[in-house]
Nanobody
Framework: VQLVESGGQWVKFGGSLRLSCAAS????????TSWYRQVPGKERDLVAT????????YYADFVKGRFTISRDNAKNTVDLQMNSLKPEDTAVYYC???????????????WGQGTQVTVSS
């Protein structure tokens, strides 16, 4: 299984970026997918989630109204459109794919390697 993120870069305050995650080696349409972010010394935070079939999405309060998560099950990709970026959005952004089993011990959970987003003030 591989999740490969792309699109992270340096951007000015108020700018926009689009992150993309390409998945392979799994039945992508059966996995819920999420974006997380992490800064050094802190825990990895959930940013946004979109369920396996699309539809109802979840956003952390700190990105609501600014970020949009989307997926294309035909292309095995999940994107994160980030607008109105702030310096506090600076982090490594990780793609996650998770499939829930009847028993949690059989859940399948995969991570990408991360992509750096830096927002300057």
């Amino acid at each position: 299984v591989q999740l490969v993120e792309s699109g992270g870069q340096w951007v000015k305050f108020g700018g926009s970026l689009r992150l993309s995650c390409a998945a392979s080696g799994l039945t992508f349409s059966t996995y819920d997918t999420s974006w997380y972010r992490q800064v050094p010394g802190k825990e990895r935070d959930l940013v946004a989630t979109i369920p396996s079939g699309g539809g109802s999405t979840y956003y952390a309060d700190f990105v609501k109204g600014r970020f949009t998560i989307s997926r294309d099950n035909a292309k095995n990709t999940v994107d994160l459109q980030m607008n109105s970026l702030k310096p506090e959005d600076t982090a490594v952004y990780y793609c996650n794919a998770k499939r829930y089993a009847l028993s949690p011990k059989y859940d399948l959970n995969f991570w990408g390697q991360g992509t750096q987003v830096t927002v300057s003030s």
